[in-house]
């Protein structure tokens, strides 16, 4: 996503005042940045909403909204890296700034070198917290209200947790990450316990039976966790979804 020297990072210049910042855009895409500029606080709110830069530079005084307003309004849907460029420097600017949602708060008296250090170090940040998010997302599933995180290895149904013993998670992390696939009783042995089904073992049987009603799932006639006469089980994503 960002490089060491910025390339295709994205950054929205929120300032009414072109000639001040020209400097800075100029040696932001010298270093292989894509600079955006906006004059108007009211229309950077749209733009952050729809365009989602990589980076947000924000002056304080702005026409249409001011700076910590828009730095407010944009955190309910804009997650991304918010620094404040401006020439005020007194504390309780740079304070009402991070509590608006800001990373940082640079003063404009500063050379565009540094600006540059400090936007590349949030864009680094903001890369290596999106990739940790990515992969603690493979290892959470959610189906409506029931949700199963292997990392903690826990499981939630409307939001409480539910209690589970170690081989009912490890049986149903295996149904609902194949969700859709009809798994059979050969296959869930050998991918649990590495060995082949006898077909006498009716421990798996057992511990779905016990699943089904932690899960939310009718035991009678269940629609989550569905019994494929002859072949084994299925989870169903949908539970509105037919066999």
């Not at 004059?39 to 909403?49: D, F, P, Q, S």
């Amino acid at each position: 996503m960002v490089s060491s020297l910025g390339q295709n990072s994205r950054i929205l210049l929120v300032d009414d005042n072109e000639s001040e910042t020209q400097a800075l855009v100029d040696h932001l895409e010298q270093h292989g940045f894509i600079v955006s500029r906006e004059t108007n606080g009211a229309t950077a709110l749209l733009r952050i909403r729809d365009e989602r830069p990589d980076l947000v530079l924000l002056e304080l005084d702005l026409p249409g909204e001011n700076g910590l307003t828009v730095c407010k309004l944009c955190r309910q849907h804009y997650a991304g890296p918010v620094v404040f460029l401006t020439h005020k420097a007194d504390e309780l600017d740079q304070v009402l700034g991070l509590d608006m949602g800001a990373d940082d708060y640079i003063c404009k008296s500063v050379g565009p070198r540094l600006v540059q250090a400090r936007v590349s170090a949030l864009l680094r940040r903001s890369a290596r917290l999106n990739r940790r998010q990515t992969e603690a997302d493979k290892l959470r599933l959610t189906f409506d209200d029931l949700t199963i995180d292997y990392g903690m290895r826990e499981v939630w149904l409307g939001g409480e947790n539910v209690d589970m013993t170690s081989a009912e998670f490890d049986l149903l992390w295996l149904l609902a990450s194949n969700a859709g696939t009809i798994l059979t009783r050969e296959e869930i042995f050998h991918k649990l316990r590495g060995i082949d089904y006898d077909g006498q073992d009716r421990s798996v049987d057992v511990r779905v039976s016990r699943i089904r009603p932690k899960v939310g799932d009718d035991p009678i006639h269940p629609r989550r966790i569905k019994t494929v006469r002859s072949r084994g089980y299925l989870f169903c994503a949908d539970i509105n979804q037919g066999v």
